[in-house]
């Protein structure tokens, strides 16, 4: 299924697959994210605090970490994973303050790590890290 003004990049061989669903508006002041689910298997995850008509990045990786994003539009922001490990599980434009992306993970996603990045400016707005279920 596709969604206007949505592109997803696969990470790590099918490591995680998405698709993107606007939800209705919320109104927190943080930005942050929670997973659920099943891995491997079906898994949601879910966002609050997003700001409208921006960016949106999620990033995966396998262990955490704390590291500077060294190019790009978010060049100089501080993330809590290991880059040297990281992916891109998809990129999408925020539609609403919440919402949802759901799909299925990979066994090689099992027990990696989530967040949020979302491309207001330098530096970016990053969520708190999640693990995925093991």
Do not use: H, K
Request: glycine residues 12%.
């Amino acid at each position: 299924m596709r969604f206007p003004g949505v592109s997803m990049s696969i990470a790590a061989a099918a490591m995680l697959w998405f698709s993107a669903a606007p939800l209705r508006a919320a109104g927190p002041d943080d930005l942050t994210i929670d997973v659920q689910g099943d891995c491997p298997g079906p898994l949601t995850v879910s966002w609050e605090g997003a700001t409208i008509g921006r960016w949106a990045v999620l990033i995966f990786s396998r262990r955490t970490g704390r590291m500077l994003l060294p190019a790009g539009p978010c060049q100089g922001t501080w993330i809590d994973l290991d880059l040297r490990q990281a992916r891109f599980a998809g990129a999408w434009r925020i539609e609403s303050e919440q919402g949802q992306l759901v799909g299925r993970s990979g066994a090689s996603a099992c027990g990696g790590y989530l967040q949020l990045v979302i491309n207001a400016g330098a530096p970016c707005a990053t969520s708190n890290v999640v693990q995925i279920p093991e």
